[in-house]
Structures are given as structure tokens and as C-alpha cells.
């Protein structure tokens, strides 16, 4: 589970063996468990055949047959709120929401919805944005995002600040506001012609079709599909989005802030 640190621990690390470290390699790094994305002038036949030649005088574990288990995720977030000492310049800080509903068949409308609805409240050009950047309380390190896999998903809003309390309490307001209210159809509007215009921008360099590519097909979606799919987003179907994802309960802080002078 993405809530288990990847690293492990002092006491997992001490229990690795090179035999161990060999055998998860031969596994996990194996051809059935990659993608592979060639975007460019190039020619096909000649790229499958140096991947073939490059793959085949590598040994591999057995078939490659990969069981993961994962646990039942319980709805709501662990902790409130986390702090803590960090090697930075000024206080950073981040709201995260976590996705009660995750599944592979609305992967795609759940992710353009998100976005969509990011950008309408905390994106560069809303109402949050020039208002807290005028107070001083944000600067360009503010950003809102969403990530998603087959078993987690989660938004992220937050940057650096001066006054993490104060910066906790406007986006929370924020996020009270549009919880309350009602989203307005040009304002929706004009985001999705912003998300297809970003969704355009990526076909124009052939690194941004192999990225395209790359984040579509773990997912089952066809990157294609993309532009019918932001067209078809509406108003209510955001604010259902909103409601589920942006409540109260799912919400955690992050705080770090410059070790204290002298310490």
C-alpha cells in the first residue's frame, strides 16, 4: 500500500540478502512486468528487434508470475494532521486528500475530473489564487495535483509559506466554499478548454507521446479517447466528484517547517 514507506524500515533493511536482492531483480524486473514506449521517426521492425536481441541475453526467474496482496483500505484518513524538522528554507506545506473510490473502470473520467476541478479552485487563474498571492501567503511554488493507480489516489495542495496555520485554514475555506456551493458553467467551460488545450500541447513532441502513452496504458485507457472524455464532463457530474473526493474526512496536513536555530 502506497501508505507503507517503499524504503521499509532499519529492521526490514537489516533482514536483506544478496540471494534476496538477486531474486526480486530476476522478478520484478522482467519483460512481462515492463512497458515498453518508443515514440519517433523510427522504424518498428528495427526497434522490436533490438529490444528482442537486448532482452534475450538476460536470464529472467521462471515466468515471471507475480502475486501482490494488498490489504482492505479503510475509508478515512490516519492521521489529521503531521509535522515534523526538515532541511528547508521555509516552512512547506501540503494538503492531502485522500480518494474513498478507486477503480480501473473510471480511471479516466476520474482523473480529468479531479483535474478539472484543481484548476477551477486553486488553478492560477482562480479567485484562491490572486487573492492569496496578493496577501503574500503563496508564491509559484503553489500547486494543486491528483495522482492515481489502480489501488490509491489522492490530491495534493499545497507549497511553500510563511504562515503554514493561516495557509491551512484558506485552502480549508476554500474547500468549505465550493462544498457548499454550486460550480458555475463558464467557469467549467473554460477549464476544460484549458485541460484540452494541455491534453494538445502533449502530442506536439514525440518525448510527450511516449509520457502520453506510458501513464495510459497501465490503466486501460486509450489516450485517444481523451478528448471525447473532457468534452462530456459537466457541471453536476464535478460537483458529485467534488462532494465524494473533497469532504472533511478525507483531508490530512503536512507540515515541515526549518530546523530551529542553534538546534
Do not use: W
Amino acid at each position: 500500500p502506497v501508505r507503507i514507506d517503499v524504503g521499509g524500515t532499519v529492521q526490514s533493511i537489516q533482514q536483506n540478502t544478496r540471494d534476496l536482492l538477486e531474486s526480486c531483480y530476476r522478478t520484478f524486473y522482467h519483460p512481462r512486468n515492463m512497458i515498453l514506449v518508443v515514440a519517433g521517426d523510427l522504424d518498428p521492425p528495427t526497434v522490436f528487434d533490438r529490444a528482442e536481441k537486448a532482452f534475450s541475453s538476460r536470464t529472467f526467474a521462471g515466468d515471471a508470475h507475480i502475486e501482490r496482496f494488498y490489504p482492505q483500505e479503510p475509508a478515512g484518513v490516519d492521521r489529521g494532521e503531521v509535522s515534523g524538522q526538515a532541511v528547508v528554507s521555509r516552512p512547506r506545506v501540503f494538503i492531502g486528500i485522500k480518494d474513498p473510490v478507486v477503480s480501473a473502470g473510471d480511471a479516466l473520467e476520474r482523473e480529468l475530473e479531479t483535474s478539472v476541478l484543481l484548476d477551477l479552485l486553486f488553478g492560477r487563474g482562480s479567485a484562491f489564487y490572486s487573492r492569496a498571492y496578493e496577501r503574500g501567503l503563496i508564491d509559484d511554488s503553489f500547486s494543486g495535483s491528483y495522482n492515481s493507480e489502480a489501488e490509491f489516489g489522492f490530491s495534493l495542495i499545497g507549497g511553500e509559506t510563511d504562515e503554514p496555520a493561516r495557509f491551512v485554514e484558506e485552502v480549508r475555506k476554500e474547500l468549505r466554499r465550493a462544498l457548499r456551493g454550486k460550480l458555475a458553467r463558464r467557469d467549467v467551460e473554460r477549464s476544460k478548454r484549458k485541460r484540452l488545450g494541455r491534453f494538445m500541447r502533449g502530442l506536439d513532441t514525440p518525448e510527450g507521446l511516449a509520457f502520453l502513452f506510458l501513464g495510459c496504458h497501465p490503466k486501460d485507457i486509450d489516450p485517444f479517447e481523451i478528448p471525447e472524455a473532457i468534452t462530456r464532463l459537466s457541471a453536476r457530474g464535478l460537483e458529485r466528484r467534488l462532494h465524494r473526493h473533497f469532504a472533511p474526512e478525507n483531508q490530512a496536513v503536512s507540515i515541515l517547517t526549518p530546523p530551529a536555530r542553534g538546534a
